[in-house]
């Protein structure tokens, strides 16, 4: 089973990433994983603490001469904002954030033990293990793309179906939206809400290409793959929302309308043996089941609940109405989330993708996901 877990708080010592499940022999290539740390520190709208840290992994363990040895893969970010024993106590809760919730939980009467954990400043340690799951799945000709296709109300138009087309136009954009045209009423928002001292939120949208059918199951609710790709797009902070292909727009049409019908052409091998699509509203996944279509996920993500013009909050001691706090923060943090979005549809494919054609080393899940296809081809 491929799994990982998160350690370490926003301005502590560091954060750790620890990767259990890996097979053997898979390349590591730390840059790779120092690339995707930085756009996740990109795109427009970033508060100033992006000018202080600047992201690197360390590899502490579970490699040998750059390659994966089968035990687990630790890897550390080092916070170059080092102060959590410095910072002032927490006493007004920021309404939006865990504060709160967290201080009630925990019976803190200072809510920085709740921010230190909660920050978004974490999902650079799931960014480092979902690099390292991307590196598999990239192997086997999977290719997973996270983007921007929304800010403050401004949509994106239905984006290229080449993996490399997307993503040579997701990375010439400051926001990391494909669409040139809305990029800039997206970029435009997010300079307008900053001059107001506000933030806006925005939906990110996640493609993985060349997923092969018959990932997940149908036979235990849990295993079922959508469910656990919303599980792990829900569980990244300030998102609100999750759809699977058309999603939401299923519910206001007709059977007739949506259901991607089957075609089959003996010259159509690929991934499907024959069988394809001209459609892909199910968003890849039926019953809980790749089913040969690129998989697609779109995430709503709420705006940043700090601001700079603070809501109305309560002093936690004197229970007296007063401004919430003001931390440092992000205008805009869409584009960071859409990276974030994309290491964790990647770690939780190449999870249901081991437990399909696990082994104990990369060569033998490439013998046993060679069987397979060859075992559809022969349908």
């Not at 990110?204 to 149908?218: D, K, N």
């Not at 919430?324 to 939780?348: Q, Y």
């Not at 494919?349 to 080393?361: C, R, T, V």
Request: glycine residues 12%.
């Amino acid at each position: 089973m491929l799994k990982y877990i998160t350690t370490g708080e926003s301005h502590g010592k560091c954060l750790i990433a620890v990767v259990e499940g890996l097979p053997a022999g898979l390349k590591i290539d730390t840059e790779s994983i120092n690339r995707e740390l930085a756009r996740r520190q990109g795109g427009y709208g970033r508060g100033p603490r992006m000018k202080i840290e600047k992201d690197t992994v360390e590899l502490l363990s579970g490699t040998r001469k750059g390659l994966s040895i089968g035990s687990p893969i630790a890897l550390k970010i080092k916070n170059a904002d080092y102060s959590i024993e410095d910072l002032p106590e927490l006493i007004r809760a920021r309404p939006g954030h865990a504060d709160l919730a967290g201080a009630m939980k925990y019976s803190f009467h200072d809510m920085r033990n709740v921010l230190e954990r909660a920050s978004a400043r974490e999902t650079a340690a799931r960014v480092s293990a979902g690099t390292l799951a991307n590196t598999l799945l990239k192997g086997f000709n999977i290719n997973v793309l996270g983007y921007v296709v929304g800010i403050g109300g401004f949509l994106a138009s239905p984006v290229a179906k080449d993996p490399q087309e997307l993503r040579q136009c997701r990375d010439a954009s400051p926001i990391y939206c494909p669409d040139k045209q809305a990029g800039k009423a997206m970029l435009d928002r997010i300079k307008e809400v900053e001059k107001a001292g506000d933030t806006v939120g925005g939906i990110i949208e996640v493609v993985a290409f060349g997923v092969p059918p018959g990932l997940g199951s149908y036979a235990q609710w849990t295993d079922r793959l959508d469910g656990r790709l919303a599980r792990a797009a829900m569980a990244v902070q300030a998102i609100k929302g999750v759809e699977i292909g058309l999603g939401f727009v299923l519910a206001n049409a007709s059977g007739s309308q949506v259901h991607d019908e089957i075609f089959y052409d003996k010259s159509k091998k690929g991934l499907t043996g024959g069988f394809y699509r001209k459609t892909n509203n199910a968003g890849g996944l039926e019953g809980g089941i790749t089913n040969g279509e690129p998989v697609v996920l779109r995430a709503a993500m709420k705006p940043i609940p700090t601001l700079r013009k603070p809501l109305a909050s309560v002093e936690l001691s004197s229970k007296k109405t007063a401004e919430a706090a003001a931390e440092r923060s992000d205008v805009c943090a869409v584009p960071a989330a859409s990276v974030v979005l994309e290491a964790v549809v990647a770690f939780e494919l190449a999870s249901a993708f081991l437990e399909k054609f696990g082994g104990d080393s990369v060569e033998e899940v490439k013998r046993n996901y060679a069987g397979y296809l060859e075992q559809i081809r022969g349908l």
